[in-house]
């Protein structure tokens, strides 16, 4: 019984590893631009969140100016583009 319960969450997780290796096969049905806009919109509400946080302490977070614009270029590039792919179609 219990070696049947291994192989299922086995079976499990390696079916879970194929799917997100299958998001980088050229043939899928995932935008990958509109997933790292995502996760860079994620993190930029992540910091947020901890500067926010951070503040009702009463401390002080320094963030890297050029680091967080890189984030907001990085989310509005991929949004722009997946964006522009979407209603200019081929």
């Known amino acids: 019984m219990l070696s049947q319960f ?3 969450i086995f079976k499990n ?4 590893a194929m799917a997100f290796i299958d998001i980088f096969k050229d043939s ?3 935008n990958e631009k509109t997933i790292i806009g995502f996760m860079s919109f994620a993190v930029m509400v992540l910091v947020m969140l901890a500067d926010v946080i951070t503040g009702w302490v ?6 890297n100016e050029t680091i967080y614009n890189s984030f907001v270029f ?3 590039g991929a949004f722009g ?3 522009l792919e979407k209603f200019a179609k081929k």
Do not use: F, P, W
Not at 58 to 63: E, S
């Open 6 to 8: 291994n192989m299922s």
């Open 13 to 16: 997780i390696k079916n879970k």
């Open 28 to 30: 899928n049905e995932y």
């Open 58 to 63: 009463g401390q002080d977070l320094v963030i």
């Open 74 to 76: 990085v989310t509005l």
């Open 81 to 83: 583009i997946a964006g």
